[in-house]
């Protein structure tokens, strides 16, 4: 059974601090993404990195792969109270996935101004 | 496109009742699935479609049934509800391979569910 460890669970900073939110497993993906939600709404997708050892930026948002596939980190620069939310990780399987993702239990950010 | 849309909101039911969640897409995409989601647990997958016609059990599919007779819509049939079935559930699309060559989902608002 494929699982994705996120860490940490809860994360509660101030107004321009930095952060890093862990996404882990023991299985390879083929694919890695990285959802928003915020209360009361469905997940918004904010990448997908697929080559291992990618980078990608999005503003103040980094994203990376892991070089063996198996795992992700999304680092937040100078945090804003709007990044406030849920931040879901989903690794999605190799041949015959079908679009089956496997979601983290997610990192819960708490920005206060 | 209004995307992924999601009826009801919110409901209520007794233990034994049933109900249906409806759940649709207006960009043609033929992968859709649902999912449900309890505190702390993230996402769980019921059940998904890889297209009309076709539907296929996910991680937790005891007490569901869906359908899939159209591309646009894939209803989510609750049977016999259950306390445990009390959760949020989610209704998400895809096309096969987007720009990133992978399965990006496009998900609706939710159904909060709670049965009493």
């Known amino acids: 059974t494929q699982l994705l460890e996120q860490s940490p669970q809860f994360l509660s900073i101030q107004e321009g601090e930095n952060l890093t939110v862990y996404c882990n497993s023991s299985?390879?993906?083929?694919?890695l993404q990285w959802y928003r939600q915020e209360p009361g709404e469905g997940p918004v997708l904010l990448v997908t990195?697929?080559?291992?050892?990618e980078v990608k930026k999005l503003k103040r948002l980094t994203f990376q792969f892991g070089d063996a596939r198996k795992d992700s980190s999304l680092h937040i620069t100078a945090a804003q109270p709007g990044d406030t939310g849920l931040y879901l990780c989903?690794?999605?399987?190799?041949?015959?996935?079908?679009?089956?993702?496997?979601f983290g239990k997610g990192t819960k950010l708490s920005v206060k101004p | 496109n209004a995307g992924v849309t999601q009826t009801p909101k919110f409901r209520i039911l007794k233990i034994g009742q049933s109900m249906t969640l409806q759940c649709a897409q207006d960009?043609?995409?033929?992968?859709m699935y649902w999912y449900r989601q309890d505190p702390g647990m993230g996402l769980k997958l019921i059940y998904y479609?890889?297209?009309?016609?076709?539907?296929d059990k996910g991680e937790v599919p005891n007490g569901y049934n869906v359908s899939r007779s159209t591309t646009e819509d894939f209803p989510l049939r609750l049977e016999l509800a259950a306390p445990s079935q009390t959760s949020v559930y989610f209704c998400?699309?895809?096309?096969?391979?987007?720009?990133?060559?992978?399965?990006?989902?496009?998900f609706g608002p939710g159904t909060r569910l709670t049965v009493t």
């Open positions: 960009m043609n995409h033929n992968y």
């Open positions: 479609s890889v297209g009309a016609g076709i539907t």
């Open positions: 990195v697929v080559t291992g050892g």
């Open positions: 998400a699309s895809s096309y096969s391979k987007g720009t990133s060559n992978s399965y990006e989902q496009y």
């Open positions: 299985s390879v993906f083929s694919s």
């Open positions: 989903a690794g999605e399987g190799y041949g015959g996935s079908q679009g089956n993702l496997i």
